[in-house]
């Protein structure tokens, strides 16, 4: 019997935003798509990180976050005092997102994906064929294959 294989698992079906997107935007796409994070693709179309609900509330909520580090903080008298509001226009994906995106390849084994999301602390894993992007698989799909492979006993 042939392994289940990222290609049997990934939804091809992948959901991305520009880079230039407002974070306002970003939020609104996410929850109306239904996902929690989606890859981000620079002007050319390359893919250039990833970011997610959770990169939406630490860049928005915490001064000492991401949203320090990136810069994207008002400025008082005693320096860096909150963090930007989701709806400032000043605020866009490139500034939130993850740049280091963790890939596997369509023939990676569900052993092997498993892994990459264990060993990188991830809820989502882009599926790539010949260097490009031909699917996403998250925890939940994972989760499935559990589900199905149990109601086949």
């Known amino acids: 019997m042939r ?4 290609s049997d698992l990934m939804n091809p079906e992948v959901l ?3 880079a230039d997107l407002t974070v306002e935007a970003l939020a609104r796409f996410l929850v ?7 890859p981000v ?6 893919l250039v990180g990833v970011v997610s609900l959770v990169d939406v509330s630490v860049a928005t909520t915490d001064t000492q976050g991401r949203a320090a580090r990136a810069g994207f903080l008002s ?8 963090a930007l509001s989701p709806r400032d226009p000043r605020l866009r994906v490139r500034d939130i997102m993850t740049p280091e995106v963790s890939v596997v390849s369509d023939d990676a084994t ?7 999301m264990l060993d990188e602390h991830l809820h989502r894993v882009l599926v ?4 490009r992007v031909v ?3 998250s925890t939940s799909d994972l989760l499935g294959l559990l589900v199905h492979t149990n109601d086949r006993r």
């Open 135 to 137: 699917g996403i698989i």
């Open 110 to 116: 569900v052993s092997e994906i498993a892994s990459v």
């Open 32 to 38: 109306e798509n239904d996902i929690s994070g989606a």
């Open 75 to 82: 400025h008082g008298q005693g320096g860096p005092t909150e």
């Open 41 to 46: 693709l620079g002007q050319d179309g390359d």
């Open 3 to 6: 392994p289940i294989v990222a």
């Open 16 to 18: 991305s935003v520009a």
């Open 128 to 131: 790539t064929r010949d260097g």
